[in-house]
């Protein structure tokens, strides 16, 4: 699979569920189709609060087609922590963080390593 970018709307609808979940943090597993990142998967059982968020691995998609996850940082920090370094590898290639307040350019995408990579933002 590769993946050349996010669609537009669709990371304005992370955005979005950042606002929405403030001051709570969100997750989602995230997949493409030809390509672009254009879907975001709720899983059932997600717990999240202020400090953390977290997915019943169980509950993933049945599918080569998840692209990576994406999760807010209600503090506006744009980078992961150790934890999210850990979560990384699990669910994928790219990981967005969003944070407050959630702006048009208040995200990054990032590597399993937890290196920030450049992916781009398609129409």
């Known amino acids: 699979m590769t ?3 996010i669609r537009k709307e669709t990371l ?3 955005l979005q569920m950042g606002r929405d979940a403030h001051p709570n ?3 989602a597993v995230l997949t ?3 390509g672009v990142i254009d879907e975001v998967n709720l899983l059932p059982g997600t717990v999240s609060n202020e400090d953390s968020a977290h997915i019943f691995y169980d509950m993933m998609p049945l599918s080569t087609h998840v692209a990576g996850s994406c999760h807010s940082h209600p503090n506006g920090v744009l980078r992961p922590s150790n934890t999210d370094i850990q979560f990384f590898p699990r669910t994928g290639r790219f990981h967005f ?3 407050y307040p959630y ?3 208040d995200w990054r995408c990032f590597t399993p390593d937890g ?3 450049r992916l ?3 129409e």
């Open 115 to 117: 290196e920030q990579c």
């Open 103 to 105: 702006r048009e350019n």
């Open 120 to 122: 781009g933002v398609v």
């Open 32 to 34: 493409e189709r030809d």
């Open 12 to 14: 304005r609808l992370l």
């Open 25 to 27: 943090e969100f997750i």
């Open 97 to 99: 963080i969003i944070g």
């Open 3 to 5: 993946v050349r970018g």
